[in-house]
């Protein structure tokens, strides 16, 4: 059965999907560890236009059909976009997708930290303190450490899906955070 709220033809006016049905039963099979409890991190690999978009929308129109929470970003091949832009998308989405008073709930121990990265969360707080410096190894972990925990606290309510597209063209603060958040996400 589909989720409340949403429309099943939205799946047929995507067209048929064909030729990735091994990868899209692996992809299926770690949300459905999600589910359970054992985060993964996945990656979709090949050589542009082979499908990896399409098999991930696939995938989320699985995982939001199993009651798991989608949030989306993606990297950009040109420049311009600012540092973490894929997770500041993957961030918008969570928005977009949850009341303000469980977004309060969910982001408020991690705002003073995260506001570095998603300025939205000053439109949330007013009257957030300045965020602490990150200059140093130990600040960019403290950074991370808070998205990582922030990230945890809202899987604990609901399985949670984290797509990046097209990661191959993000900066290096995007890499950075994601490599922190694949040694975590066992937790």
């Known amino acids: 059965p589909a989720p409340p709220g949403s429309n099943p033809l939205d799946r047929l006016a995507e067209g048929v999907f064909v030729g990735r049905e091994r990868e899209l039963e692996r992809l299926r099979a770690a949300v459905d560890g999600a589910k359970n409890g054992r985060g993964s ?12 978009t399409r098999t991930t929308q ?16 993606g990297a950009r091949e040109s420049a311009g976009a600012p540092p973490y832009w894929p997770w500041v998308q993957a ?14 709930r969910a982001w408020q121990p991690y705002a003073v930290q995260l506001q570095r990265i998603f300025t939205g969360l000053q439109e949330l707080f007013p009257n957030l303190p300045p965020p602490p410096e990150v200059d140093s190894e130990e600040g960019a972990f403290q950074l991370y450490d808070a998205f990582a925990s922030f990230l945890r606290s809202v899987a604990e309510s609901k399985p949670l899906l984290v797509v990046l597209d097209d990661l191959h063209w993000a900066d290096s603060a995007t890499l950075k955070l994601l490599i922190h958040l694949a040694h975590e ?3």
């Open 91 to 104: 961030a918008r989405s969570y928005r977009d997708q949850t009341p303000e008073d469980e977004r309060r």
């Open 58 to 73: 696939e995938l989320a129109a699985y995982a939001r059909g199993e009651g798991v929470t989608v949030l989306w970003g």
């Open 185 to 187: 996400i066992a937790h």
């Open 41 to 52: 991190l996945t990656m979709l690999v090949g050589e542009p236009g082979i499908g990896k």
